[in-house]
């Protein structure tokens, strides 16, 4: 089992950054790669980045050059470094944990998944 929590989620002005955190337990963390979804009312939840346990990284197009993920394995803690936040940022963030295959931007392949942390970015 692992347990995922979110933080770092709030209201911020377009252009302004934020940071989230999700910290892992449960499991050894540097063996599996983790990501970051959102979800914005009536909509499907999208892929925004992930990172495999060697730190490769790969990113939505919708946040390329703007969001940086990363990882901690001595703190069992994934980030999202979000700068540059617009309004259609605005959404449920969620980090979810990938134990073992390939590592993909769906959603529902992934096994473990936080309780989400609300970002809201006003115009």
């Known amino acids: 089992q692992v347990q995922l929590v979110e933080s770092g989620g709030g209201l911020v002005q377009a252009g302004g950054s934020l940071r989230l955190s999700c910290a892992a337990s449960?499991?050894?963390?540097?063996?599996?790669?983790m990501a970051w979804f959102r979800q914005a009312p009536g909509k499907e939840r999208d892929f925004v980045a992930r990172?495999?346990?060697?730190?490769?990284?790969y990113y939505a197009d919708s946040v390329k050059g703007r969001f940086t993920i990363s990882r901690d394995n001595a703190k069992n803690t994934v980030y999202l470094q979000m700068n540059s936040l617009k309004p259609g940022d605005t959404a449920a963030y969620y980090c979810?944990?990938?134990?073992?295959?390939?590592?993909?931007?769906?959603?529902?392949?992934?096994?473990?998944w936080g309780q989400g942390t609300q970002v809201t970015v006003s115009s």
């Open positions: 979810a944990a990938l134990i073992s295959g390939v590592i993909t931007t769906v959603w529902n392949d992934y096994d473990y």
């Open positions: 990172i495999s346990w060697r730190g490769v990284t």
């Open positions: 449960g499991r050894t963390f540097s063996n599996y790669a």
